[in-house]
């Protein structure tokens, strides 16, 4: 099966900064999305990221607090913009071939101070 | 998509059968049942998912009811290994771009106990 590797895989920053993240995979897929997992708290859905196009977001996300980019099939970024304690999460990256299941990174941890 | 219940936390004993069940009532005829984990600290993997007919593989097996509104996941003989939070996922499989994501609910955290 095909392997995600995101970075960083944890980082600590300041509150007001933005962090961009890097989901790479090791083969083509067709789907890339985007999860946050709050602490203590399930997986939710940001956005399903669009290659060559504007990524499509899920009720309360935006694009100017989570701008996405996907410039190929195998590679996507997530930037958490203007960074408050409350965006502490681990964000996830997923990717999905047609007729496999979606398969997951191992997260990036953030911690906002 | 429809919404699944499952119980917030099991326990089970290494070597026996971990039996995790799942209500999705609200289940439509073109919905199939996926179940996923997540161990500690790492991403969710992807177990197996079946439509009407029990179905088994390396992982584990996938026993749906006749009216298809509640299914269970079996862990044929359970490791320490298998402490992870379950995640039972009910979604079109035929998909047009756009059904493709997931929706997780609260999961079941499994704890093996030696």
């Known amino acids: 099966s095909a392997v995600i590797s995101q970075k960083p895989s944890r980082d600590i920053c300041q509150r007001g900064t933005s962090l961009t993240i890097q989901c790479q995979v090791d083969?083509?897929?067709?789907?890339m999305f985007w999860y946050r997992q709050q602490p203590g708290q399930s997986l939710t859905l940001i956005a399903t990221a669009n290659q060559g196009s504007e990524a499509t977001y899920e009720s309360g996300f935006v694009i100017d607090k989570f701008p996405i980019s996907r410039p190929n099939l195998t590679f996507s970024t997530l930037t958490v913009s203007n960074m408050s304690p409350e965006d502490s999460s681990i964000y996830l990256c997923s990717g999905k071939r047609g007729g496999t299941e979606a398969f997951f990174g191992q997260g990036t941890r953030l911690t906002v101070v | 998509d429809a919404k699944t219940t499952q119980p917030p936390s099991m326990d089970c004993a290494e070597g026996r059968a971990a039996n995790l069940p799942c209500n999705h009532s609200?289940?439509?005829?073109?919905?199939?049942v996926y179940w996923y984990r997540q161990i500690h600290s790492q991403g969710p993997q992807y177990i197996i998912h079946g439509l009407k007919n029990n179905e088994t593989n390396e992982m584990a097996s996938l026993i749906i009811t006749e009216d298809r509104k509640s299914s269970t996941l079996i862990l044929p003989h359970a490791t320490l290994r298998d402490t992870a939070v379950y995640y039972c996922?009910?979604?079109?499989?035929?998909?047009?771009?756009?059904?493709?994501?997931?929706?997780f609910g609260t999961g079941t955290r499994l704890t093996i106990i030696p």
């Open positions: 609200t289940i439509s005829g073109n919905e199939y």
């Open positions: 996922i009910v979604r079109p499989y035929l998909s047009n771009f756009g059904n493709e994501k997931l929706t």
């Open positions: 083969s083509q897929v067709t789907m």
